[in-house]
């Protein structure tokens, strides 16, 4: 059974910096893709970008530059940069595994850009 571990959210300054992580369990990891998603309050969930098994990444308009997606197999966990943080980046971000087809999500975690 696949389970999702996200953490590292809480509350951070405008043009301050967090990073996610989403450890995996009950997969073969290397084999996996996975993807970030972001979901303000009100609004629908939206990609951020994502990252394939071959470690190629990519990303929406808004946060190239300043997000970072990578991996981890040795440790089956996926991470997700984020630096000069903006008020509209507050939310819950939740990851997403593509695995044999099939999606698997994280529960989300809850960021906040605020001062």
């Known amino acids: 059974q696949v389970q999702l571990v996200e953490s590292g959210g809480g509350l951070v300054q405008p043009g301050g910096s967090l990073r996610l992580s989403c450890k995996a369990s009950?997969?073969?990891?290397?084999?996996?893709?996975m993807d970030w998603y972001h979901q303000a309050s009100g609004n629908e969930r939206e990609l951020v970008g994502g990252?394939?098994?071959?470690?190629?990444?990519n990303y929406v308009d808004s946060v190239k530059g300043r997000f970072t997606i990578s991996r981890d197999n040795a440790k089956n966990t996926a991470y997700l940069q984020m630096n000069s943080l903006k008020p509209e980046d507050t939310g819950v971000y939740y990851c997403?595994?593509?695995?044999?087809?099939?999606?698997?999500w994280g529960r989300g975690i809850l960021v906040t850009v605020s001062s």
């Open positions: 997403r595994f593509t695995y044999y087809g099939n999606y698997h």
């Open positions: 009950g997969m073969i990891f290397r084999l996996s893709s």
């Open positions: 990252i394939g098994s071959d470690g190629s990444t």
